[in-house]
């Protein structure tokens, strides 16, 4: 771990808590707007078409297209699913960008600070590079680059999104460590070469879904933390 | 310019003082190694090559190729040029990665600061990611993203280093101010439908070759500012 330099971030989940800020969001547009729905059920049902949105940029049947029109192509069908009607194109675009103001969980913006005298951080997510910069802006996130799929023209888990970030950052994917609460996420980072902190975010998918959380549950990474706090514990940061 | 959401930054001149920084990281390189050298001549003669080796991939001729590699190449020819002979591959990049560690003007940190209250700051500049992040972290740069010319696949003042640039903060151009003390780079800006603000920098080239100030030099540009603590109060942030 001497070797490590930079920190790459998944972010959605690992650094923020999109479900209860999805929820937060529908919440007050519906309040706004008059609109009616059962938010949790549409958040959960927004971030379902996530990766196979994804999954036709990964397959190469479609061009690059970055999140933010993704999202709102899944949004728009949400819409019609949930029989919400009426909405004008500046609405559903105010909405879609719910994901541009999704809160962190309480230890980021301590642990980010302590990690940050130590090591570069960068973003290593599937957004696109606005919605990380406006959500960085909101939330105070102290990251040094903006890097991941956009810049990369890649969606993780495909390998170029992890190696052309190594790439940007000018160090060997040895000296990056990958910090995601997805394991499936620090698999693809391994296979690149990275090393790997696993920081499980137990509530991600709801309180009635929480896991409880063992540092032993995944001795395939090379570093568990219960936090970032916890992580700039185990990093000497 | 009420339009404009986000400030986009030349850094080479503009932001850093390159050449007295590249003469401090000389002197002491040689005061190390023992080796004698002009290195304010040196300094020029480095920077003397960067527009024509990046001519090479502008052209087409070369495919991308990061700043810090054609850096690397220029101090090689150089090094040649001015008889410095027995430096290891380490010592080489290591005064190489002298352009990591260039100094901003007095005014640009609390210019920066006051800025990124209202505007977006991005830097858009030739030099790699890895470059910008390693500066920014020596100096205290508080950018929210950095763009340019590595993220664009482009250089300066190619359109596409601007347009990319535009499309990854989600903006139009005419969202984007670009700041620089360089008239072509603005004016290529300006080209791609970015708004421009000016801020010479006299000393850019050394203190026998400085240049005064004159706010109404050039009104083909939206701004004129002394400094960016001037950019600040004309911007109103």
Redesign the interface.
């Known amino acids: 771990m001497e070797t490590v330099k930079a920190l790459t971030f998944d972010v959605f989940g690992t650094v923020v808590d999109w479900r209860a800020s999805i929820i937060r969001e529908g919440e007050a547009f519906g309040r706004a707007r008059g609109v009616g729905a059962d938010w949790a059920r549409f958040a959960d049902a927004w971030r379902g078409l996530y990766q196979p949105s994804m999954d036709e940029v990964r397959s190469g049947r479609r061009a690059w297209t970055k999140l933010?029109d993704l999202h709102r192509e899944s949004l728009v069908r949400l819409l019609d699913d949930f029989g919400i009607t009426g909405l004008d194109a500046a609405a559903i675009d105010d909405l879609n960008r719910a994901w541009h103001r999704l809160d962190p969980w309480p230890d980021v913006v301590a642990g980010l600070t302590r990690l940050k005298r130590k090591f570069?951080l960068?973003t290593l997510s599937n957004g696109?590079?606005?919605?990380?910069?406006n959500m960085?802006?909101r939330a105070g996130l102290p990251w040094?680059?903006?890097?991941g799929a956009?810049?990369a023209r890649a969606y993780k888990p495909r390998p170029d999104a992890y190696l052309r970030t190594a790439d940007?950052?000018?160090?060997r994917p040895a000296e990056c460590l990958m910090v995601a609460a997805h394991p499936n996420d620090l698999m693809a980072a391994r296979g690149c070469g990275f090393r790997t902190a696993y920081v499980p975010r137990p509530l991600e998918h709801g309180p009635e879904r929480a896991v409880a959380f063992r540092a032993d549950a995944r001795p395939e990474f090379d570093v568990v933390a219960q936090d970032f706090v916890a992580l700039a514990d185990e990093l000497g940061a």
Do not use: H, K, S
Request: charged residues 20%; glycine residues 4%.
């Open positions: 933010d570069v960068a696109n590079v606005a919605l990380m910069v960085a802006r040094d680059a903006i890097l956009e810049p940007f950052l000018g160090l």
